[in-house]
T-cell receptor, first 109, second 115 residues
């Protein structure tokens, strides 16, 4: 089967750094996405990785290792507004998007 | 900035009634998706269209759900009859797939409550 694994919940402190991990097993790979979803709202696109390495976008960075089936999302200088769920999703060889269940990130003052 | 439009934003209906949701994707996006999302879970794909054709509807409960995208632009998802277990967020997304980039852009969603 195909599956995406990520922690259910994480807690971090305002101003700190947090890393959210994602491991995947899919039938083929055509890219990995990270989305942010605030409670009651739709997911919004954060990042896309298709090659190994780190992609940086402001306070957010995303890393991919295709050989390990592994990615992480790194959030720096955490702000209270970063409290949300973070969803990892992989496009497989059929261009289907396989979604993880999301990691709920709680930011404490 | 172009956005995916959905309506209604909220819908309360009684079980056994019919309900319909509408989605207008970003202009030029060939691929349109309907998802169902239950709290605490990732989105579950119900149906994927490329232009007016259904690409994947393997998870669509076809005895009660139907979806169409007649002119390859906007789309309608219908549930008839609605059941209590259908209460969820229904999300529409679009992407330029098969052309890159492949990221999906979501509409605001429709929160359905079946009583």
């Amino acid at each position: 089967g195909q599956n995406i694994d990520q922690p259910t919940e994480m807690t971090a402190t305002e101003g700190a750094i947090v890393q959210i991990n994602c491991t995947y097993q899919t039938s083929g790979f055509n890219g990995l996405f990270w989305y942010q979803q605030h409670a009651g709202e739709a997911p919004t696109f954060l990042s896309y990785n298709v090659l190994d390495g780190l992609e940086e976008k402001g306070r957010f960075s995303s890393f991919l290792s295709r050989s390990k089936g592994y990615s992480y999302l790194l959030l720096k200088e955490l702000q209270m507004k970063d409290s949300a769920s973070y969803l990892c999703a992989v496009i497989n060889s059929n261009y289907q998007l396989i979604w993880g269940a999301g990691t709920k990130l709680i930011i404490k003052p | 900035e172009a956005e995916v439009a959905q309506s209604p934003r909220y819908k309360i209906t009684e079980k056994s009634q019919a309900v319909a949701f509408w989605c207008d994707p970003i202009s030029g996006h060939a691929t349109l998706y309907w998802y169902r999302q239950i709290l605490g879970q990732g989105p579950e794909l119900l149906v994927q269209f490329q232009d007016e054709s259904v690409v994947d509807d393997s998870q669509l409960p076809k005895d009660r759900f139907s979806a169409e995208r007649l002119k390859g632009v906007d789309s309608t998802l219908k549930i008839q009859p609605a059941e209590l277990g259908d209460s969820a967020m229904y999300l529409c997304a679009s992407s330029s797939l098969p052309d890159a980039p492949h990221e999906q852009y979501f509409g605001p969603g429709t929160r359905l409550t079946v009583t």
